[in-house]
């Protein structure tokens, strides 16, 4: 096996690929970045969140905005650099909007992940790292979750395209021996890279818990809606295994460490604290650390939602030799730190079409 240079990361204008790609220059990666900024901030130069990550690491990223359906522009990428590996993170993931439009969401989810295995193949680059859920698992059924557990039950139409996929890697790496890839189950991502220069900042309506509460603590929302406070754990609130961004990117470095040394052909790893953490909890661990009230209101359960969930990630500690490191305290400080210094997100680009009057648009 060959040591990997260069890494084409899709996906990289994004929440978790724009901290994974600065770990990745850290670690003396080239990096070969693309997005078609369906859910990323754009700007005159390209991505704001990659020209902060050149700006962290003081090293530069090659970045095409190109989308993985437009099957050509990823082709001629592919021409262009020699990719010893693809860090699959190019997706939509928004689970209310995929029951809506389901279509879109195997669309790109589905025949995005297609075009880019056969672009590989034909480039003869069969390495990748790919992001895929615990949404994978549904409803558990034992505590903590081992990669062993059943997968499939799932409730809504975003996990549905990671199972399918999932599915398509066994049957593409037990058909053609050349494939080496490891699947990547992350739990609940949260936080912010310590710098606060990049962080979370979708461009479609975000419902997750921290991004939601702190723009509760920020003051442009009113109120934390809790879903659910009548569920069978210590306090009544959902208890998930939330992980810091920052951890889950140096797991990406460890599984390309992994796919550089040896031929596992498909693997697939949890990663996630081990730890599971409530509502509650997150809310009062954000409150003290950011010195900031958070409003609550109680409603009923989220459609859809789980009661608990968090990973057994021993084999991720055993295989790859990763653990995470930051604690929730962390998880909580880094994110506050992200959105009081960007309280707005990126810089967005200025739409040319707004008409100025009196020097005041
Ligand atoms: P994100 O939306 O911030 O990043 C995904 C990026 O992919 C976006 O910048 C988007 O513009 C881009 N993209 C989507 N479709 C594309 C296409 N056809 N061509 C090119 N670019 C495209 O999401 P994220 O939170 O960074 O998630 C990254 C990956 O991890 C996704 O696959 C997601 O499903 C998975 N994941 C995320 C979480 C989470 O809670 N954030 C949890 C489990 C798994
Ligand atoms: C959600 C997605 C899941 C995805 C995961 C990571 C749903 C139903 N599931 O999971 O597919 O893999 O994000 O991106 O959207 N909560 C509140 N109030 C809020 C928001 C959340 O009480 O305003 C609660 C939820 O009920 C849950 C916990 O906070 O108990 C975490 O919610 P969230 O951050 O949305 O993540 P998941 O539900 O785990």
Redesign the pocket.
């Known amino acids: 096996m060959t040591q990997f240079k260069t890494i084409l990361v899709?996906?990289g204008?994004?929440?978790?690929?724009s901290h994974c790609v600065v770990d990745l220059l850290e670690a003396g990666y080239d990096v070969v970045a693309?997005?078609?900024?369906?859910?990323?901030v754009e700007d005159e130069e390209g991505s704001p969140a990659l020209q902060r990550a050149e700006e962290i690491t003081g090293k530069p990223i090659t970045f095409y905005k190109?989308?993985?359906?437009d099957k050509p522009q990823i082709n001629d990428i592919f021409d262009k650099h020699n990719v010893d590996c693809v860090i699959?993170?190019?997706?939509?993931?928004a689970v209310g909007e995929s029951m809506q439009q389901p279509l879109l969401y195997y669309q790109?989810n589905l025949l995005?992940m297609l075009n880019l295995l056969e672009i590989m193949r034909s480039h003869n680059c069969y390495q990748m790292v790919f992001?895929?859920?615990?949404?994978v698992y549904g409803e558990p059924e034992h505590l903590p979750i081992t990669e062993t557990h059943p997968t499939g039950s799932i409730t809504n139409v975003?996990g549905r395209t990671?199972y399918f996929i999932e599915e398509m890697l066994k049957d593409l790496s037990a058909a053609d021996d050349k494939w080496n890839i490891i699947s990547l189950r992350?739990f609940?991502?949260v936080g912010a890279h310590p710098s606060g220069l990049i962080g979370?900042d979708?461009t479609k309506e975000f419902t997750?818990l921290m991004p939601f509460m702190a723009q509760v603590a920020l003051g442009k929302k009113p109120v934390l809606t809790v879903f659910g406070s009548d569920y069978n754990t210590p306090d009544g609130t959902g208890i998930r295994d939330y992980i810091h961004v920052m951890d889950l990117a140096r797991g990406h470095v460890a599984a390309l460490s992994l796919l550089s040394s040896s031929h596992i052909k498909l693997r697939v790893y949890n990663l996630g604290t081990g730890r599971g953490v409530s509502v509650k909890e997150l809310v009062s661990v954000f409150e003290r650390v950011t010195k900031t009230k958070i409003p609550l209101k109680y409603e009923a359960r989220r459609l859809g939602d789980i009661t608990a969930m968090w990973a057994d990630a021993t084999l991720a500690k055993n295989e790859l030799g990763w653990t995470t490191r930051h604690s929730v305290e962390e998880m909580c400080t880094d994110f506050w730190r992200w959105q009081t210094m960007n309280p707005n997100g990126y810089p967005k680009k200025i739409k040319k079409s707004v008409i100025v009057i009196n020097g005041k648009s």
């Open positions: 899709t996906g204008a994004g929440y978790i690929g693309i997005d078609n900024f369906a859910n990323a190109a989308d993985l359906l699959h993170f190019a997706a939509l993931k790109n995005g992001s895929s859920s615990c949404t975003y990671k992350y609940n991502p979370e979708p997750n």
